[in-house]
């Protein structure tokens, strides 16, 4: 075992590269981990300052004030455009409406009906907006016969529902599960760079033509020692793998019974071996290290682009999603997204990476015959 050995020991003094990917990954899970843990779940309309200006007087103008009062509060202008700019400017008003005297009239004919000034700076004002909008709304669904019924419609705008939140289907806390997308997507870059970079740089090594000509004159069988490489690249793959699951555990093992975790494991698992056969393609196009790092970074992070990594996909092109389906990363995202009661329903994109892996192991195979040959 004296070439595996060696393997290892070469692949060890790349252990920066691993450290590095490494923390920055788990830096990053820290990071998102500690942010947002605590959500709003419920909305609550913000008391404004509005200014009124009603021409109008009636009845109806007179109501929508009223049902504006009970959830705002009401304060001085004057109809003078400069005058309403600098009042909002200077925040003794966060919104003003002028409310003219043919209202009734245009909200019975559905007109604009009534200018308004806000203050743009602050989203909550865009509420006065609403309230106004919702109150015609009503007016307009009670007229009849010439008038409208507006004790209705201030009963219907009193009327309250309570709202409460359900588990998901599979009972998990919302905030975990998008944890553990984020932690995961992030991995396939990780192994990616990992894998090209330090597997890519031992093969080099090993490839060097002084090593090729020591091996040709030695006793090792070329079977034996071409199984003694892969072992050592199976070796690596499987302690790099293993220290980013447990990274996951490390940092959130109480929380994995309110998540799929063996979903996460499997996936990782089948990239990870869809990733070995990748770089096994790559050391058999080139020895060339410049070429390898340019590979590492190229893929890694292209991939995580275009694949959901970086970007949701659900924010990406369906062009750019297309040429992503072209690359396993894509269809490990897919999982890592994807809620599931079974392992069955992932059946598809898991068989997607295995497919990618034995196509990328057996192009790999023919470079080496043709290099074998030449």
């Known amino acids: 075992m004296t070439v595996y050995k060696y393997f290892i020991k070469i692949a060890l003094r790349n252990k920066g590269i691993i450290l590095g990917y490494t923390i920055m990954l788990l830096v990053f899970a820290l990071i998102y981990g500690g942010t947002g843990s605590e959500k709003i779940v419920n909305f609550e309309e913000t008391r404004l300052n509005i200014g009124v200006i009603n021409h109008s007087n009636g009845e109806l103008s007179n109501t929508l004030v009223e049902y504006l009062g009970k959830n705002n509060n009401i ?68 007229y009849g016969k010439g008038d409208f019924d507006l004790s209705n419609v201030i009963n219907a705008l009193d009327n309250s529902v309570d709202v409460n939140f359900v588990k998901t289907s599979n009972g998990a806390n919302q905030d975990i599960n998008r944890w553990f997308k984020f932690y995961y997507n992030f991995v396939s870059y990780v192994i990616l760079a990992i894998y090209i970079a330090v597997i890519g740089f031992v093969m080099n090594d090993f490839t060097h033509m002084e090593i090729e000509n020591r091996r040709k004159v030695s006793s090792k069988k070329f079977l034996n020692y071409n199984q003694e490489i892969y072992l050592g690249q199976m070796s690596i793959a499987i302690f790099i793998t293993s220290i980013l699951i ?61 694949s959901g990594v970086m970007v949701p996909q659900e924010f990406l092109g369906e062009r750019v999603l297309k040429i992503a389906k072209f690359f396993p990363t894509y269809y490990f995202v897919a999982i890592n997204n994807k809620d599931i009661v079974s392992l069955l329903d992932v059946r598809y994109e898991i068989f997607m990476q295995l497919l990618f892996g034995l196509g990328f192991l057996l192009i790999g195979l023919y470079f080496s015959k043709v290099k074998q040959k030449s």
């Open 246 to 306: 447990l990274g996951s555990v490390i940092i959130r093992g109480s929380q994995l019974s309110e998540v799929h975790f063996s979903k996460y494991v499997l996936n990782t698992l089948v990239f990870s071996f869809s990733a070995l056969c990748l770089v096994f393609l790559i050391n058999n196009i080139t020895n060339n290290k410049f070429f390898i790092t340019g590979m590492s970074t190229i893929l890694s992070l292209g991939t995580s682009f275009i």
């Open 75 to 142: 304060v001085g202008t004057k109809e003078d455009e400069d005058f309403i700019k600098n009042q909002i400017f200077l925040q003794a008003a966060n919104a003003v409406i002028i409310i003219p005297e043919d209202f009734e009239e245009k909200v019975i004919n559905k007109e604009q009906s009534i200018e308004i000034f806000r203050d743009d700076r602050k989203v909550e004002t865009y509420q006065t907006q609403n309230q106004i909008n919702k109150f015609i709304s009503f007016a307009n669904a009670t």
